[in-house]
């Protein structure tokens, strides 16, 4: 019991769980030693009742979670999900995720409650800061974009496409001076000393868009440090039409004024006589074909009575508030954007010609929509993870009655649950390295002396939806060794392997190999219990094979997929010692 009491705390401790059991007949809540990881408090602190544990909650929330003390609460289901705040020692509120069920009587009423607390607050800052960072950027209408010295551009944004020209998977992966075609006033290996020595530069540089047209910006480099890797981060104005306006005259000086938005002048009866090349960019005429024309060139079908309306009010004294309306460029496409019409009065009062300045907002319109699906995918994705702990958390309560042995054997795949969600939302969600998540797990299971683990296979990057189920598999087969095989044992070690054989139309081979050494010798396999159907099953499409030899027992798992990134085909050996 001693033994189980400490791994069941390791592995709370691990998964940064609290634990808990509500017994409503007796009016009493038993917490784990993980409410003092969780919200700071000793479990003397708080008196073990449920009018207490109430208190802690905030009080936005707290109304809301009375539904739990329901007599019909969840009659359908009665495992629950739950995300909340609870109150910290130290005085905030720390954002839980509360998984649990609840037990009933042969009457149906509910008498005991028993599940787990998570703190997800850092997920849900960093979460919300990224969700911000992003909304930014993108946002933005000028250029951004991080580089990395060697490994070349490694994000770019729409302002950097629209300006640009070159699309973001044009841009990835490019030496962006050599992409650019910059004309820098600093050499490129003496701007990265610089960066290095006082972190920050500011200049004006040229660079050359797609099209061959020369682009000059005032460029802001910044140099950060991520996971031990220096990146520069470059946010860019484009000057370009400033630089060109300061030869102009006054009055294209001033309809050149504004950076991005199509600006331009037309007379009272609606002939353009300013164009700026904003408008330009905008709508594909250059300035000589643009000026003279009539400003119901622009005009999208069904619009003719709007704009005309609109000049009319103008030419009449008005200003017109910017309003979303669709206009047309030269090749034919509606742009969606928002315009605004003043006056242009003479010294003596009388109006003289009109000024019209148009924003493009489709890229805003075009976000809105990605923002959305976004969201969308955010939820899919929780909603997801929901439903692996469901089913976990139900199959291991039915193949499992005794509550130690249920604590443990739930904390664990809790563990590998939350490791495997750790590694992909570290990768962004492209994947998981196969061994990074192996060693993750599996070196949390090695107890007693000398070499215990050996690990060894290519570098493998497995696509998002495999990384939970290989976490899983490696969990149950730590835990079977722990119990049955080699780890039960002084001298038992493991061997885990695994290699990739060439591609095939469906895709490329995984062969993955669990062996051990020097464990107990058992005569057959239980294909009765969770673990049993988990391995074999969490994989669709994979031929498992699990057997004995003279050595000891052996996992093999073959598996066709297409996998992400590249796979370096140097072999590495790990050993991870007890």
């Known amino acids: 019991m001693r033994l189980v009491s400490e791994r069941l705390e390791r592995a709370e401790e691990a998964a940064g769980a ?29 008196p073990p009742t449920m009018e207490e544990w109430s208190a802690l909650q905030h009080p936005a929330d707290r109304e809301r979670l009375k539904s739990v003390q329901d007599h019909d609460f969840l009659q359908a289901n009665d495992d629950y999900v739950m ?210 024309q009539h400003i119901r060139i622009l005009a999208a079908p069904g619009e003719h009575d709007e704009q005309k309306n609109s000049l009319r009010r103008a030419g009449a004294g008005e200003a017109i508030a910017p309003y979303q309306t669709r206009r047309l460029r030269k090749d034919g496409s509606a742009v969606e954007v928002s315009v605004s019409l003043g006056p242009v009065k003479a010294p003596d009062g009388s109006i003289m010609a009109i000024s019209v300045a148009m924003h493009d907002i489709s890229d805003r319109k075009e976000w809105e929509a990605r923002q959305r699906l976004m969201t969308r995918e955010l939820a899919h994705r929780v909603k997801n993870s929901f439903a692996i702990l469901q089913a976990i958390l139900r199959s291991t309560l039915k193949t499992t009655p005794n509550p130690d042995d249920f604590a443990v054997k739930f904390s664990g795949r809790l563990h590998s649950l939350a490791a495997a969600q750790d590694i992909l939302t570290a990768n962004d969600w492209k994947g998981a390295e196969l061994g990074a998540l192996a060693r ?45 095989g080699a780890l039960s044992v002084p001298n038992g070690r493991i061997e885990l392997s695994w290699q990739v054989d060439g591609k095939t139309n469906a895709g490329s081979v995984l ?51 297409k996998l992400t990134g590249r796979i370096r085909r140097k072999r590495r050996l790990a050993i991870v010692q007890s």
Not at 461 to 473: D, K, T
């Open 83 to 292: 995300e909340y705040r609870l109150r910290h020692k130290a005085g905030h509120y720390v954002w839980v995720l509360d998984s649990g069920r609840a037990f009933r009587d042969a009457t149906g009423v509910i008498i005991r409650q028993t599940g787990v607390i998570i703190d997800i607050s850092a997920r849900k800052k960093v979460a919300d800061s990224l969700s911000r960072q992003t909304d930014l950027i993108e946002l933005s209408f000028e250029p951004i974009f991080v580089w990395h010295p060697e490994k070349g551009i490694v994000d770019w944004n729409r302002g950097a496409e629209q300006l640009y020209g070159f699309s973001r998977d044009e841009a990835l992966g490019k030496i962006s001076y050599k992409l650019l075609r910059t004309i820098h006033p600093v050499e490129p290996a003496d701007l990265m000393e610089l960066l290095k020595t006082v972190r920050s530069w500011t200049g004006e540089v040229q660079h050359q868009a797609k099209d061959g047209r020369q682009v000059c910006v005032e460029s802001r480099q910044q140099l950060i440090e991520t996971d031990g890797e220096i990146l520069i981060l470059e946010t860019n104005h484009d000057i370009t039409e400033r630089k060109r306006a300061e030869g102009d005259n006054a009055r294209m000086a001033a309809v050149a004024a504004a950076a991005h938005d199509a600006l331009f002048g037309v007379t009272l009866d609606g002939r353009i006589e300013a164009w700026n090349p904003a408008a330009e960019r905008l709508f594909g005429y250059t300035a000589a074909e643009a000026i003279g």
């Open 18 to 46: 609290l634990i808990y059991d509500w017994d409503k007949a007796a009016r009493t809540v038993w917490r784990s030693p993980g409410l003092t990881r969780v919200l700071g408090w000793q479990v003397s602190e708080i």
């Open 440 to 484: 993750h797990l599996l070196s949390l299971y090695i107890a007693g002396e000398g070499e215990r683990l050996v690990i060894s296979g290519p570098e493998v990057n497995l696509p998002a939806e495999y990384a939970v189920p290989f976490g899983l598999i490696f969990n149950e087969l730590a835990t079977n060794a722990l119990k049955y």
């Open 511 to 561: 062969s993955v190999t669990w062996r051990e050494h020097g464990g107990p010798k058992i005569a057959s396999l239980d294909e009765r219990g969770f673990g049993s159907a988990l391995i074999e099953k969490s994989l669709a499409g994979a031929k498992v094979e699990r057997r004995f030899d003279e050595n000891g027992f052996i996992c093999t798992i073959e598996l066709t997929l």
